[in-house]
Nanobody, 114 residues
């Protein structure tokens, strides 16, 4: 059974920073982060596909950095220069190497507000 643990969300002022962490167990590969703002569809933020290259969404390019500790199957998202439009629930995604099944964390709220 795949289990995903996310941490690091919270409230921050514009221009501030946060760091999200996500790890998974149960044989899945921890891939990265998506987000969903109120009234909007879930969108990719940054991922490191298994055997692939880092993908980072244009709105966060240059401000957010994704990294991975393979030994811990953990992905980190360093978010700098945060803007109010970054406010969303951030979801971690893991993928099964065996069958491509996708697994999602419960989400962590990031709120950027003064």
């Amino acid at each position: 059974q795949v289990h995903i643990v996310e941490s690091g969300g919270g409230l921050v002022q514009p221009g501030g920073s946060l760091r999200l962490s996500c790890s998974s167990s149960g044989g899945a590969y921890t891939e990265g982060w998506y987000r969903q703002a109120p009234g909007k569809q879930r969108e990719l933020v940054a991922i490191i596909p298994n055997g692939g290259f880092i993908k980072t969404a244009s709105p966060v390019l240059g401000r957010f950095t994704i990294s991975r500790d393979s030994a811990k199957n953990t992905v980190y998202l360093q978010m700098n220069s945060l803007k109010p439009e970054d406010t969303a629930v951030y979801y971690c995604k893991a993928v099964s190497p065996a069958n491509g099944g996708e697994y999602w964390g419960q989400g962590t709220q990031v709120t950027v507000s003064s």
